[in-house]
């Protein structure tokens, strides 16, 4: 079974900076992609970003562009969400989801959470004003 180990969240100013980590492990399918969420109270759980293992598509929220960026590390065992000029409003939990897929990630669909087949437990994000 997919397990996936998050960290990196915490309290940060607005304008500041996280790092998340996403570790994946116990893979069953060749191709992969893993999408970054986040939900706040209240709210409904919303697509961030994702990033595909076949060809390294990936694909951001209209909120987030230019500011966030998700990417592998070299052996491809971490996801990580490097989160630029924090806004407050970017408070929420944040998971990882992985989704075993054949070939690449899908534009019209990644936000989807039904396209996902497994969840991190999430990390809290808090950004101060």
């Known amino acids: 079974e997919v397990q996936l180990a998050e960290s990196g969240g915490g309290l940060v100013q607005a304008g500041g900076s996280l790092r998340l980590s996403c570790r994946p492990s116990?893979?069953?399918?060749?191709?992969?992609?893993i999408g970054w969420f986040r939900q706040a109270p209240g709210k409904e759980r919303e697509g961030v970003s994702v990033?595909?293992?076949?060809?390294?598509?990936?694909y951001y929220a209209d909120s987030v562009k230019g500011r966030f960026t998700i990417s592998f590390d070299n052996a491809k065992t971490t996801v990580y969400l490097q989160m630029n000029s924090l806004k407050p409003e970017a408070t929420a939990v944040y998971y990882c989801?992985?989704?075993?897929?054949?070939?690449?990630?899908?534009?019209?669909?990644?936000?989807?959470?039904?396209?996902?087949?497994?969840w991190g437990q999430g990390t809290q994000v808090t950004v101060s004003s």
């Open positions: 990033i595909s293992d076949f060809d390294g598509t990936t």
């Open positions: 116990g893979f069953s399918f060749d191709d992969y992609y």
């Open positions: 989801a992985y989704a075993g897929v054949a070939g690449t990630v899908v534009e019209d669909t990644w936000t989807d959470v039904d396209e996902y087949d497994y």
